[in-house]
């Protein structure tokens, strides 16, 4: 079940997210378009991450995004792209107008049933979907760590964000999954501000967000890794899902 308040945390962010989020590698793209395609859309778009790296495998690039503050970045950094309103529960496109969809980070905040219809609908028949995720490495203890301040309930086992990507998608059959390993260097004033964009701490009263960011600080303060350190390397994994769509669709 969504929580509609957490949800609505992104609609007040735009440049912050932009400037703090990681991006994702070029090899996620290449596992949802190892071809290209005429036209896709990318659901969720937010400020365009995940949406740059489609501008070299598409002919047509859409973004379909709620918050007035995310699309208004994206329609600055990608001009080239159709930036629309709306939500994954009603894409402001006809039936069969994409050959792919994707979305970066944000399936987990959908109504599952209803965006798969709405998505099956704007696919042409077999089209594709992925869905993809950045992940702590679970190697990584100083990120780990910082990940429970953020998702106490998250363990190893149950990441309710690739958990809404279920093997059965309603319209939909799952081709592959693949996980990429990557890392960046980060400074540690970055990392805490990246953790401000996330909708944990953007929807906590101030006490509880300066108690959180005070609990990073102090992982940031004794791990091995990290103390007196200005910046760290940090490992991620970029998970995804591909799938196709089935049926006869809207
Ligand atoms: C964590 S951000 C990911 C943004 C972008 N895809 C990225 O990877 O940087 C989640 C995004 O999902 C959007 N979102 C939340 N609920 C949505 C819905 N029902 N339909 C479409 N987008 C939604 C939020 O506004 C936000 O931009």
Not at 157 to 178: I, K, N, Q, V, Y
Not at 218 to 241: N, Q
Request: net charge negative; glycine share 8%.
């Amino acid at each position: 079940m969504v929580d509609q308040e957490l949800a609505k945390a992104f609609e007040g962010i735009g440049e912050e997210y932009d400037r703090y989020r990681p991006g994702f590698p070029d090899a996620a793209a290449d596992v949802i378009l190892p071809e290209g395609v005429d036209a896709v859309l990318d659901l969720g778009a937010g400020t365009g991450k995940f949406t740059a790296l489609l501008l070299d495998r598409a002919e047509r690039v859409t973004a379909v995004e709620p918050s007035a503050t995310m699309l208004e970045v994206l329609r600055v950094k990608l001009p080239t792209v159709e930036a629309l309103a709306g939500g994954a529960e009603s894409i402001p496109l006809p039936d069969g107008a994409v050959d792919a969809v994707t979305v970066a980070q944000a399936f987990h905040w959908f109504d599952r049933d209803a965006a798969c219809a709405e998505i099956r609908r704007v696919l042409v028949p077999g089209g594709v979907l992925g869905l993809l995720w950045n992940h702590s490495d679970p190697t990584c203890a100083w990120d780990r760590a910082c990940h429970r301040v953020a998702h106490p309930a998250v363990t190893e086992d149950a990441d309710s964000t690739t958990a809404s990507a279920a093997d059965e998608l309603p319209g939909f059959a799952f081709d592959h999954r693949t996980e990429t390993s990557w890392s960046e260097q980060i400074s540690r004033a970055d990392y805490i501000r990246r953790w401000l964009t996330v909708s944990s701490f953007l929807a906590a009263d101030e006490d509880t967000r300066t108690d959180m960011v005070a609990r990073l600080d102090s992982i940031l303060d004794t791990d091995p890794a990290t103390v007196g350190r200005d910046t760290f390397t940090l490992p991620m994994i970029t998970d995804v899902f591909v799938y196709r769509a089935v049926g006869s669709g809207g």
